[in-house]
C-alpha cells in the first residue's frame, strides 16, 4: 500500500476551479472544503435550460480525473450548486 500525501485543501480548491472552468464554459466557480470532502458552486450560461442532474454531471464530468484513485485528492463532493447565469 502506497503512501497517502493529501493536498492542502486551497491547492486542491484551486485544481477544482481550473477544472470546471476549462470544461464548462463561461463558468465562475466557488470551490471550498476540507479533508477531501468539497461543496462546489458554479454559474454557467451553459446550465440553461437544462436539469440539476445534467448540470450536476457537467460539473462532476469536469473533476473526475480528480476523484480517480487511491490517492485522489477530491473524495467527495457534498454539496453542488450549479446555476444558470440568469437564475443568480
Given at each position: 500500500m502506497g503512501v497517502r500525501i493529501n493536498r492542502p485543501p486551497d491547492e486542491t480548491a484551486g485544481r477544482i476551479?481550473?477544472?470546471?472552468e476549462s470544461a464548462i464554459e463561461g463558468s465562475r466557480v466557488e470551490a471550498q472544503g476540507l479533508g477531501g470532502h468539497f461543496e462546489i458552486?458554479?454559474?454557467s450560461?451553459?446550465?440553461a435550460g437544462k436539469s440539476t442532474l445534467q448540470r450536476q454531471r457537467l460539473?462532476?464530468?469536469a473533476i473526475a480525473h480528480l476523484m480517480k484513485g487511491?490517492?485522489?485528492p477530491v473524495h467527495a463532493v457534498d454539496r453542488i450548486e450549479a446555476v444558470a447565469e440568469?437564475?443568480?
Open positions: 476551479r481550473e477544472a470546471i458552486r458554479v454559474v450560461p451553459v446550465f460539473v462532476l464530468g487511491d490517492s485522489a440568469d437564475e443568480g
